[in-house]
Nanobody, 125 residues
Framework: QVQLVESGGGLVQAGGSLRLSCAAS????????MGWFRQAPGKEREFVAR????????YYADSVKGRFTISRDNAKNTVYLQMNSLKPEDTAVYYC??????????????????WGQGTQVTVSS
């Protein structure tokens, strides 16, 4: 079992920044994948970004590319999502996700094995 604890959400004005954190504990291994997804009211959960723990390669949704940065701290088993130049359309519940296999593409929700509880991000115009 893997537990994911998210933090860092909140209310921010358009153009502002927030940093989300997700700490993983439990039976983590060296080669896995972590990602961020988001879900706005009335919409499906959508991919935001992911990072491979081994090697650190990253991938982003087009909608956040250039504004969001995903990173990791190996020692803390923590992944971060730095969100800059926030827009009202970024408003959503953001979920951290963990996949046991880092060979997956990591852009679909079904590729992940564990999920965090979600943290609300609200961007006002």
């Amino acid at each position: 079992q893997v537990q994911l604890v998210e933090s860092g959400g909140g209310l921010v004005q358009a153009g502002g920044s927030l940093r989300l954190s997700c700490a993983a504990s439990g039976r983590t291994i060296n080669s896995y994948l972590m990602g961020w997804f988001r879900q706005a009211p009335g919409k499906e959960r959508e991919f935001v970004a992911r990072i491979r723990w081994s090697g650190g390669s990253t991938y982003y949704a087009d909608s956040v590319k250039g504004r969001f940065t995903i990173s990791r701290d190996n020692a803390k088993n923590t992944v971060y999502l730095q969100m800059n130049s926030l827009k009202p359309e970024d408003t959503a519940v953001y979920y951290c996700a963990f996949a046991n296999n880092d060979l997956r593409a990591g852009v679909r929700a079904y590729e992940y094995d564990y999920w965090g509880q979600g943290t609300q991000v609200t961007v006002s115009s």
